[in-house]
């Protein structure tokens, strides 16, 4: 009892000691529950945060398989959020509101980033920290965590803030527990540290690798130094290795995903990781190209782009080279801070005399620096932090040869430079962007309630055709208006929320992106019709209406589609040449069926195969147009490369359409976006089946040894020859390892179909005699995940045996 | 007389030195590593000859600090503000090797 008297008492005196830093705390976190008015959302951006509006959805539909949930179905690891949604599905069934969530998030950024800056120029300047001198390290550091909370790294950007951003408050607070750990050796700090990045673990992910790698790296290597060098200390090696071994396996979930991601040699991280040529070259190349944007004088004189507070600017570097001036001792932390200050500038700005210019240029053979190429934006975060250390300390200098009272008048002026510098920020107008090339759009919006009904009524659509949208982007977002003055416009709702694939842009439909364009200004419907079969599209998503379209965005981003189609009335034109009755309408919104007749289901097996060659050159250097003048009745067609027809087939049989009689029929089923069933009858000789997904060597087919059990049966095309069972989405069931133990089709009979599709060549031997047989579809990668989140399971299990340990004692 | 010998010349070199920088800052275009660690090295060779303390290094980064950031205010990031700023930064360096040996 009287020992938690006790602590309870310590516990009491800290906060009494510490009221002025917790109640600026506060402040900050309270600040943004302002930046918004009820019902208003700020979730777009370049990567957008749809998982703030509804991380239940976003984490089913895209954190549980490393497939991408819109358009092609890329293979790519998305797994890396799962904590973290988790998290934040739980904040959302306590407060059932998107605009908490948002507070919440923007909450810890101001109060994480000022609050462990404090601690951690608090820790520095500790050893100065004589009875009278405490007074003085606070205020220094409270003045750095301002400086830093309120600089234009964590402000500037806040609008359109990557998951990325997150390293604003990020940074300092596991910078803070590893120094802790590094100075005391108590493990209690590597706990702690381990249960963060876990819970934001998407900010340690290695597919978005500039953020950890530019800040940890550096920091480490400062603690390390500075442990050793300036405080003579050992370093805790075993305590950290332990810890380094159970974050590798806390995180093996996604790290092991993305490692095997990266090594595949189909994928962009590939080529950027480990292609020396090309990848170096585009990251060189890059780099040259914006080498003017880095600039030292604005990263010494920081502040938001707004030229009325420039004036302000002068204040942190004037104290910098004060505390120089006024600084008699050599401090070897000061000299160490300033060493690193340095470095982060250089990386920062690289214009630093030619030779500085070239010795950066040398770095890009590291392989791997490409990941820098935006160095100017890159870097920042890690340079606004050594800044506001070298800050701190320096102020604590001047401080030393100030009367008290004078501390008091210089902290309220910086305070106030501080304010006023980024005002624009605190005050949340820089959330109150307008989206470039619109027509004074903000990037908050009131969610039009019609939206969402359909994109519920989207939820409920039991099959599993995809969905086009319109208006079509420049590339891959959908714009969604508000209905106040505002637009979402980011990564489609529609497929990260409620599971379907969908199209929404140009990049969404490569290679087909400039014929799409082409036929949609020549009004070719029947080739556009045709297209949406190849695309497997049942759904055509129209947002109706000028004000999504060219009243509100009469460049931006419809630049592209606006050549092709020029307002909203043309538009609904179109779309009514393209499509085959309504099935949903709610205000502006309308879902439509696309042509029927073309329609191709996900599977289905080609009645004529049709050979083309590669004689057509696109922006993507292949023939996307091979569809265009076919002629043949039946959309069953598939299209296959003619050096791939001739691997199969004789050369005589492709230099014509091949027609293929009595093929079998087909009934099939996902289980979830990675696994389907398809239970294939009345087969009679060799038949290709088509899998309208982006093909990927991952896809193997097997033939399953069970009977597929009886089912409803929702949907029938063609007369029945391919119908569809309720699709399911099972992540895991005892049935996940099925295919652990079967034999997969040869990868010699796994082609390219239809300029992109999954197509495979399967004989009557791959199947044992039977009339009706049951194969599988399967994306092996996802195994990889299955296997790595066990281990992280055993991690965290270790992790909180661990903690109960430190606990006991 | 000696002293005062010394001190002229002393004066001298660093008033030809602020001449020589300012020169490059606002006559030359472009920036020339030459001239930049011609100076520099000068600089270092000042250092070495009248023993000029890291103070004194620190205060001609003040001045340039200061006229950088008028050039700021002014001109925004332009190419001279620019060059004030690279200077400040060289000088700020040499100023915290001189610290560091002293």
Redesign the interface.
Known sequence: MNLLKNIIKIKFDLLEKHKLVIFITIVLAVVPFFWLKPGELELGGDSSRLYLYDPGSYLQFTSLYSVDPSGMGKLIPNQNMLPFLLLLQLFYNIFHSSYILIYLLNSLKLSGSFFFMYLIIAEILKKHGEKDKIFLIDVAGILTGLFYTFSSSVGENIHAALLTHNQVFLNPMIFYLILRFFITHQSKYIWFTLLITLIFSPNFTLLAPPAPFSFYPLAFFFIALYTSIVLKKSLPWKKLLFGLFLFVGIHSFHIIPDVTHIFDQGSAFNERAFGTGTARNEGLEYFNAVLGLG????N??STYST?QV??T??AV??VI??G??L?KK?QSDL?LI??FF?IT?FLASA?????GVEFYRRLFYIPGFSMFRVFYGQWQWVYTFFYALLFGYSLFIVFLRVKRKYIFILSGFLISLFIFNSWIFISGQILRRIHWGSNNMTSIIKMDPNYEKTLAFLKTIPNDGKIFNFPFTDFSYQVIPGVNNGAYIGTSPTAYLSGKKDFSGYSDIAPFSNIFLKLAKEKNYVAIKRLFGILSVKYIFHIAGPKAYEVSFPTFPYSLFHDAISDSNSLTDFVDKVTDGKVFQQGNYFVYYADKTSYLPHFYIPTTLLAYDNDKDDWYGKNASFFVDNIVSDPRVGYIYRDTCVKLFSSLDCKQNIKKENVPSIIYKRVNPIKYRVEVSGVTGPFVLVFSDQFHKDWKVYVSKKEHKKEKIQRGYFNGSIQEYRHEDIFFNDSTFETLDMKSISENRHFTMNGYANAWYIMPTDFSGNEKNEIIIEMVGQRIFYYSLAITFVSIFIFILYGIKLLKR | MENETYKGKKSAAITILIIALLTDIFFITG???FI??GLLGCYGIGIKVYKLS??AT??L??AF?IL??I???FL??SVT??K???W???F??V??VQ??R?
Do not use: M
């Open positions: 600039k030292v004088s604005l010494i004189f030229h420039r004036w600017t002068f570097p004037l080279i004060l120089f001036i600084c050599r000299f300033s060493a340095f500038l214009n630093i005399t030619h030779i | 920036s020339s590593d930049t660690f890291s103070n620190f205060l980064c003040l600090l950088a950031y050039q700021f205010l925004g990031a503000t620019e004030t700023a690279v400040f930064v060289l700020f360096i100023g915290l610290r560091f002293e």
